[in-house]
């Protein structure tokens, strides 16, 4: 295997040496706006200081249910920045676990490896493909975040004869100060894409921003989106708790995806029910609601056709569109707040959707909703009077739905 570097070897946990771009680490950088950024000037500043440096990466695994880890990338002649998104399962593929950074994540101190010597044996496939691009030297150097877990970083040059033991300390040395930076980027990172995952991206900002006290929030016109699963108590009895979950789990990406296309914002999940909003910023919302609806219906269809495959069974839902005002904002207890939306609007369009099965249709539209769409070809299904609401409501259907 690829040896520690004896420049390295009972590396200090803090930088050792002074220098303009240790300086900047510790002043300026922390204005940069990411990591990405932080690479990019990092690598840019020590090519200056006379460093042979050619390719520099760096690797966080993350906290977040799709995403395995983030890498990205610096080249000195490529002139920019490229970051890789990597997965939940690459940590099982035969590319990562031929990989220096899998070794870097299991503990190893660091690994390196003369790229240009003359018949040399590689432990990893990577070192084939650097000597092919003109690299002479990497090294692998971990980055330990405040929780313990460790990260990677790489290190490449192109000079003849790779990088002395002075380059090595001046990398080393930079690291802890680079890895607190780093830190503070993806601690922020990881937040936004939790919020993001677990509250919706609007929301999300929301609460960074600072509306983080019950009661805080505003009343927003948004177009209203409301779905339900058929018959899923039924189907609860039935399925055993992994189908039931992959089950949920397949009807709500059809829904949901569809919605998050069309630039609408999921905001929670109840049981096998969906709320969401498209905020009328623009006469345009409506319409995107609508179209959401419309492919949420094809790939409910199309997931259909794949059960009917299998020989599950079909499932069933239904989707009410309604419009008007909400209220938008922090709602709960003292000690667990719900970032939702409330008010008689949100009312209407749960029980527009329970008239789905009575009147024997997949998608609903209310009069509020119909009005952003004056002179289309939709069928009324007559004023009904729902639990609760004071007015009767007009209620629409598409034309291909009869």
């Known amino acids: 295997m690829a040896s520690v570097p004896a420049a390295l070897a009972g590396a200090t946990c803090w930088p050792r040496r002074p220098g303009p771009v240790l300086d900047w680490l510790i002043g300026d950088a922390r204005w940069l706006p990411d990591g990405p950024a932080l690479l990019s000037q990092l690598s840019i500043r020590l090519v200056e200081t006379g460093l042979p440096l050619a390719r520099a990466s760096f690797h966080i695994r993350t906290l977040h249910p799709q995403l395995f880890g983030i890498g990205v990338y610096w080249q000195r002649d490529a002139g920019q920045i490229r970051v890789f998104r990597a997965e939940r399962g690459v940590e099982r593929t035969d590319q990562f676990l031929r990989s220096p950074m899998r070794v870097l994540f299991e503990g190893a101190g660091a690994v390196r490896q003369r790229l240009d010597l003359p018949n040399a044996e590689f432990d990893f496939p990577l070192f084939e493909e650097l000597r092919e691009q003109g690299l ?18 790489t290190w490449s040059s192109d000079r003849p004869g790779g990088f002395s033991s002075e380059d090595l300390v001046q990398i080393e040395d930079l690291l802890p100060v680079f890895g607190v930076l780093l830190e503070i ?103 995107r609601g609508l179209r959401a609806a419309l492919d949420a219906r094809a790939a409910m269809a199309e997931l259909n056709a794949r059960r009917r495959e299998r020989g599950e069974e079909t499932l069933g839902f239904g989707i009410a569109l309604h419009a008007g005002e909400v209220m938008y904002g922090n709602i709960g207890s003292a000690r667990r707040l719900d970032f939702t939306i409330i008010g008689p609007a949100v009312n209407l369009a749960t029980r527009l959707e329970g008239l789905c099965r ?45």
């Open 136 to 153: 002479t030297d990497y090294v692998a150097l971990p980055i330990t975040f405040s929780d313990g877990k460790i990260h990677g970083s």
């Open 185 to 287: 980027h993806f601690k922020r990172y990881i937040a936004v894409t939790l919020l993001d995952t677990y509250v919706g991206h609007r929301a999300g900002e929301r609460i960074l921003e600072g509306q983080i006290t019950r009661g805080s929030g505003d009343t927003v016109s948004a177009a209203i989106w409301y779905c339900d699963l058929r018959g899923f108590t039924a189907l609860s009895e039935r399925l055993g708790r992994d189908d039931l979950l992959a089950c949920l789990n397949d009807y709500f990406d059809a829904m949901g995806g569809a919605v998050e296309a069309h630039g609408g914002e999921i905001l929670k999940f109840i049981g096998d029910a969906m709320l969401a909003i498209f905020p009328l910023e623009d006469e345009q919302a409506c319409q």
């Open 358 to 402: 009575t009147l024997g249709h997949d998608l609903l539209i209310s009069d509020r909703f119909a009005y952003y769409f004056i002179g289309w070809d939709l069928r009324s299904l007559g004023h009904h009077h729902l639990a609760g609401i004071a007015r009767p409501v007009e209620v629409f259907a598409l034309p291909e739905a009869e």
